[in-house]
DNA sequence: TATTGTTATACTCTATAACTATA
DNA sequence: TATAGTTATAGAGTATAACAATA
């Protein structure tokens, strides 16, 4: 059997083409990297067309599938603090995509739903950005386009216990 | 055949357990869920024992593994602008970790280099972070977390052209 | 005139602290 | 006393603009 020479794995920052070196291994480098990507895309579908912050996009959009939901139970989905879940809630409701409602039990909590335009937002932009990001990513074929999602859903739910936020 | 009913997938966010609804095949969303996990490991093991933040270390990672690289070329592979790269290097060279060298066929670029110092610690926390990566993402296979690397590092190279940064 | 790098500055994002209302 | 949410504020992080030196 032959064995191969132990010299380091040519790979190469994008772009730049600088070796990885020792950062090739190190996976949040690596989420970073391929942060730069998607980052590029949501901006220039979402961002740039509507109001859409990120964070104001995904809470939004976990509003349309969880109704009813609190800015507590966000603030933890999301790992940010609650301070800017209310300042999102706040835009979000300004621009009519979603609705406070006190709680009937529980006069505290506040439990948020998308309005009509919200929703229809949602659906549509979420159909747009997922087709947007597998014709950016077209370095990955669709097989490991889903693997990746995947991999990486699995990896997030190793997230260690957080009392409301990072 | 039995045909599997149209559903949504049951994916549920990390810690809080809302449904994913729309944002579970949003590649940006994952990778920011995931970088929750790694943003944990990188602040418990590098930035709060020694004074690196992020980009300063993946900085320093990449000069030691591309000797007399320049500060523009740097600014190419990590998406930022010169101005960050020129702050970074302020501090890393202010913490004796690596040095500028005026380029001798053009006196415009800067050589860096890891000093001794610099390249002994980027090799003991570069060890200690895939140690401490690979012991946190336990949700992971060893071959999940080896593939989940290679599929964001595939990923990452999708990055468009950008002048001097993101 | 174009390029490298720096300085000065502004904006975005997210966190902490202090407060109100409710339980 | 503990919890949900808000307001005010501060700190990271990263961008743009203007500049100096060199090509």
């Given at each position: 059997m032959t064995k191969k020479p132990p010299v380091a794995a040519p790979e190469r920052t994008p772009y730049a083409r600088l070796s990885e070196a020792g950062m090739h291994?190190?996976?949040?480098?690596?989420l970073a990297q391929a942060g730069?990507?998607?980052?590029q895309?949501?901006?220039g579908l979402?961002?740039?067309r509507h109001e859409l912050r990120r964070g104001e996009f995904?809470?939004?959009?976990?509003?349309?599938?969880n109704p009813g939901v609190t800015a507590r139970q966000l603030a933890r989905a999301l790992g940010v603090k609650p301070p800017n879940v209310a300042?999102?809630?706040?835009?979000?409701?300004?621009?009519?995509l979603l609705t406070r409602e006190r709680g009937d039990s529980d006069a505290r909590v506040q439990h948020?739903?998308?309005t009509a335009r919200g929703a229809a937002l949602v659906d549509r932009l979420v159909k747009d950005l997922v087709a947007a990001e597998r014709a950016a990513l077209s370095t990955l074929s669709p097989a490991e386009h889903a693997m990746l999602?995947?991999?990486l859903h699995k990896a997030a739910l190793a997230r260690g216990r957080m009392d409301s936020g990072p």
């Open positions: 291994p190190i996976l949040g480098y690596q730069v990507v998607t980052t895309v949501f901006d979402v961002r740039s995904t809470l939004l959009t976990l509003v349309h599938g300042l999102w809630v706040d835009r979000l409701q300004a621009l009519g948020l739903r998308t999602v995947e991999l």
